[in-house]
């Protein structure tokens, strides 16, 4: 196929959208946390998207998009970007588009990853971590679902990363937390959000960004991205609805809920941009709002320091979401049908790949977070947690 400026022009602004979701899950995250430490968790999303940015240029993309090997990971036909030039192959943006905007998903859902270890980890090790994550988690499950692999062959369908972004770093996230521990006076005290305006920002410029992360995966400036575009932001609106108003049956409407409904409803819907029409996607993202506060409830009853819920959000926002994509899949949409018009096998696709997903990710982070915990220490000291990691890390405060 040749070269439409129209579809490269809409990739390279879709790619520019999805990498301001960056800084905004730093911001997001960053308003969550104590005064301390908000420099840190800015920091951390902005460590990953530049190890990211490398670590796909030299390997990454090719392990997601090389020639498959045995269904499980991409070979090293990429490696250092060889071959990936200026040429369109089978598409009509050129290959390097291509490549920078799944970049930038990398980059984003090692940045979600950061929730596990708010405020007590050390920014050594998490580059260490956060190098063989994406490597050995993340790079994969971009195979199996997007380069080839085992879960596009059984036909499970992941229009934007419900699975790859979300299952991946949701699960992976509540494993993470596992092996680094609570926080020091985690359920003791109180650990207050120290700038909710902070975090509606982030929230803000995630729902703007999930607009090339959505819509720019039809690849094309086409109808297709249009739906994508009318669902995503259809399903937050939905979300941010639900989980106000299930919020606000046993206490005030707040606004952090409202917006991580927002972020929920993002996530669910993001699998299915591409199969679902406008009226599902309402359900999609009320269900998701509903189901990842319940999920939040759930984790705060059992005392688990998922700090600011990825698990409960992207995790089982991202398990709903990949689930809803074999229920409401609409051919007329996107050429695929799902449950509710007859087709089970769909339906059943859908649970394996995420299924697989969920126990991969959670398996291998849980293995990773435990041979770098044991080889240099995952956390900072006691002290340096006390002192705050903006201080004991970075050797910067915040507020003057």
Request: net charge negative.
């Given at each position: 196929?040749?070269?439409?400026?129209?579809?490269?022009?809409?990739?390279?602004?879709?790619?520019?959208?999805?990498?301001?979701?960056?800084?905004?899950?730093?911001?997001?995250?960053?308003?969550?946390?104590?005064?301390?430490?908000?420099?840190?968790?800015?920091?951390?999303?902005?460590?990953?998207?530049?190890?990211?940015?490398?670590?796909?240029?030299?390997?990454?993309?090719?392990?997601?998009?090389?020639?498959?090997?045995?269904?499980?990971?991409?070979?090293?036909?990429?490696?250092?970007?060889?071959?990936?030039?200026?040429?369109?192959?089978?598409?009509?943006?050129?290959?390097?588009?291509?490549?920078?905007?799944?970049?930038?998903?990398?980059?984003?859902?090692?940045?979600?990853?950061?929730?596990?270890?708010?405020?007590?980890?050390?920014?050594?090790?998490?580059?260490?971590?956060?190098?063989?994550?994406?490597?050995?988690?993340?790079?994969?499950?971009?195979?199996?679902?997007?380069?080839?692999?085992?879960?596009?062959?059984?036909?499970a369908l992941d229009f934007a990363g419900g699975t790859v972004v979300h299952i991946s770093s949701g699960f992976s996230a509540l494993a993470l937390a596992l092996v680094i521990g609570r926080r020091i006076g985690f359920g003791?005290?109180?650990?207050?959000?120290?700038?909710?305006?902070?975090?509606?920002?982030?929230?803000?410029?995630?729902?703007?960004?999930?607009?090339?992360?959505?819509?720019?995966?039809?690849?094309?400036?086409?109808?297709?991205?249009?739906?994508?575009?009318?669902?995503?932001?259809?399903?937050?609106?939905?979300?941010?609805?639900?989980?106000?108003?299930?919020?606000?049956?046993?206490?005030?409407?707040?606004?952090?809920?409202?917006?991580?409904?927002?972020?929920?409803?993002?996530?669910?819907?993001?699998?299915?941009?591409?199969?679902?029409?406008?009226?599902?996607?309402?359900?999609?993202?009320?269900?998701?709002?509903?189901?990842?506060?319940?999920?939040?409830?759930?984790?705060?009853?059992?005392?688990?320091?998922?700090?600011?819920?990825?698990?409960?959000?992207?995790?089982?926002?991202?398990?709903?979401?990949?689930?809803?994509?074999?229920?409401?899949?609409?051919?007329?949409?996107?050429?695929?049908?799902?449950?509710?018009?007859?087709?089970?096998?769909?339906?059943?696709?859908?649970?394996?790949g995420a299924g697989a997903a969920v126990t991969y990710a959670f398996a291998v982070t849980f293995i990773l977070a435990k041979i770098v915990d044991a080889a240099i220490g995952l956390r900072v000291s006691e002290e340096e947690?006390?002192?705050?990691?903006?201080?004991?890390?970075?050797?910067?405060?915040?507020?003057?």
């Amino acid at each position: 196929m040749g070269l439409d400026s129209g579809d490269t022009a809409w990739i390279l602004a879709a790619t520019a959208l999805v990498m301001l979701m960056t800084p905004g899950v730093g911001l997001f995250y960053g308003g969550m946390v104590r005064r301390k430490n908000v420099i840190s968790m800015i920091s951390l999303s902005f460590v990953a998207f530049a190890l990211v940015s490398i670590q796909w240029v030299i390997l990454g993309y090719s392990l997601s998009f090389g020639s498959d090997i045995a269904g499980f990971v991409g070979g090293l036909d990429y490696l250092g970007l060889k071959g990936v030039g200026m040429d369109c192959g089978d598409l009509t943006v050129p290959h390097l588009s291509f490549m920078v905007f799944q970049l930038v998903f990398a980059a984003i859902t090692l940045a979600i990853l950061t929730s596990a270890v708010a405020e007590r980890v050390k920014l050594s090790s998490f580059i260490v971590l956060g190098l063989l994550w994406t490597t050995l988690v993340y790079d994969p499950l971009a195979h199996w679902v997007w380069g080839g692999g085992w879960a596009a062959e059984i036909g499970a369908l992941d229009f934007a990363g419900g699975t790859v972004v979300h299952i991946s770093s949701g699960f992976s996230a509540l494993a993470l937390a596992l092996v680094i521990g609570r926080r020091i006076g985690f359920g003791e005290y109180d650990m207050e959000p120290h700038n909710i305006p902070m975090t509606l920002l982030g929230a803000a410029l995630l729902w703007f960004g999930w607009f090339g992360f959505n819509a720019g995966s039809a690849l094309a400036a086409d109808g297709l991205a249009a739906n994508a575009f009318v669902v995503t932001n259809t399903a937050a609106a939905a979300g941010a609805l639900a989980w106000l108003f299930a919020s606000w049956v046993s206490g005030k409407p707040s606004s952090l809920g409202m917006v991580s409904g927002a972020v929920a409803g993002l996530v669910a819907i993001t699998p299915a941009a591409g199969f679902v029409d406008p009226m599902s996607s309402i359900v999609i993202g009320a269900v998701a709002g509903v189901i990842c506060y319940r999920a939040m409830l759930f984790r705060i009853r059992k005392g688990l320091d998922e700090s600011l819920d990825a698990w409960a959000v992207h995790g089982i926002g991202g398990l709903w979401g990949a689930i809803a994509t074999g229920i409401f899949a609409n051919e007329a949409i996107g050429g695929y049908s799902g449950l509710i018009y007859g087709n089970v096998e769909q339906f059943i696709a859908q649970i394996l790949g995420a299924g697989a997903a969920v126990t991969y990710a959670f398996a291998v982070t849980f293995i990773l977070a435990k041979i770098v915990d044991a080889a240099i220490g995952l956390r900072v000291s006691e002290e340096e947690e006390y002192v705050g990691l903006d201080i004991s890390q970075h050797g910067e405060t915040a507020y003057a």
